[in-house]
């Protein structure tokens, strides 16, 4: 019989047992997510003779006075890592900071990852010729973020930002560069392909899961058609020229028009349209699988399924998001995967 193990710390606190756990990593969005339900009693402070909560703040009360003091040992910003599994096998599932706490019958910490460290901070810089990567190298400087190895080091003319929120900018490169943005545990990445993380140089090789064995429910992975359209990249110049980078696909007359940050190089552009068409053309299954803890499973990572009864359902497939959850009812752990080929 396996037991459900932790350990999670929360700033100066170890060993912290929570009654709930749940988190939330995607490719699709560069912030990590994370949930700590907490049983309140254990972490109150009491000053005074009597305490009373007021507003979702323990007050101390004494007379007539009333001193309101914050009753919990934590606080925004505290450094959080949460490490889930079995029989004290446990493996890092999240790393961020607390970025809300909410309490009534329960102390919950709401947790980000690493983009926690550039929700407050403000851009300023102009740029006559720059890369992504020196542009996000200057957005990063003072935290604990370092950059992605694999990072597209594209080169831009002419950018700049006036007191523009770390996110904007992160936004900006998602919309203006056709880019995926994401956090990788520290390690930011800005990239035209998401796949480039499932590689071997990355992990010891591909996570094999099976259908009825430590694969719980596969039912919400169905087939997904093509969007049957031809991809084209557009960009506009300030003299109001457009110029259009075409996929090399030429099966389809219907046309979708992506807009782009004028002035890109062609060899980049070309390469997103390529991706861009191959997520279109894409058809086969994807969907959400429900899986135990272990064996565990990484964002971005390659899975092997073997489909046992379904072998229609069986190949090489990728790990887009993971949501997770950890309490008395078991822990799991939702994969959203989409079919690489047999």
């Known amino acids: 019989m396996f037991h459900m193990t932790s350990d999670i710390q929360v700033g100066t606190y170890t060993n912290i047992k ?3 756990v749940s988190w939330r990593t995607s490719s699709g969005n560069f912030i990590d997510t994370c949930s700590i339900v907490l049983p309140l009693s254990p972490y109150m402070r009491k000053e005074g003779a009597k305490t009373v909560q007021q507003d979702g703040v323990m007050s101390s009360v004494s007379g007539t006075k009333v001193k309101r ?6 606080a925004k910003g505290d450094f959080v890592r949460v490490s889930l599994g079995y029989d004290n096998r446990n493996t890092l599932v999240f790393e961020g900071f607390v970025h ?5 019958e329960n102390l919950v910490l709401e947790c980000e990852g690493y983009a926690n460290q550039l929700r407050e901070k403000y851009f300023s810089k102009s740029y006559q010729k720059t890369t992504l990567k020196q542009i996000l190298t200057d957005l990063i400087q003072g935290t604990d973020i370092l950059l992605s190895p694999r990072i597209d ?3 831009l003319t002419n ?15 998602q919309k203006e560069l056709c880019c995926k943005v994401f956090f990788d545990g520290k390690y930011l990445y800005a990239g035209v392909s998401k796949f480039i993380y499932a590689d071997p140089e990355r992990s010891t090789g591909s996570v094999r899961l099976r259908v009825g064995w430590n694969v719980i429910n596969a039912n919400a992975l169905t087939i997904q058609q093509s969007e049957s359209v031809q991809i084209n990249v557009v960009e506009k110049d300030a003299a109001g020229t457009v110029k259009k980078t075409k996929s090399e696909s030429k099966k389809y007359s219907n046309v979708k028009e992506i807009k782009a940050r004028s002035g890109l190089p062609a060899q980049y552009l070309r390469k997103v349209a390529t991706e861009l ?20 499973v990484f964002k971005c990572d390659k899975i092997e ?3 046992a009864r379904f072998p229609e359902r069986a190949g090489t497939y990728f790990a887009e998001e993971i949501d997770g959850s950890f309490d008395e009812q078991g822990g799991r752990r939702t994969i959203k995967i989409r079919h690489y080929g047999n």
Do not use: M
């Open 159 to 173: 950018v700049w930002f006036k007191n523009a929120t770390a996110f904007k900018v992160l936004e900006w490169v």
């Open 69 to 74: 003091v914050n009753s919990i040992p934590f």
């Open 153 to 155: 080091d594209v080169p």
């Open 305 to 307: 399924l073997d489909g």
């Open 18 to 20: 929570a009654n709930k």
């Open 277 to 296: 068409q191959g997520e279109s053309d894409y058809s086969g299954y994807a969907g959400n699988i429900e899986c135990f803890l272990e064996p565990h």
């Open 100 to 104: 809300r706490i909410n309490y009534t």
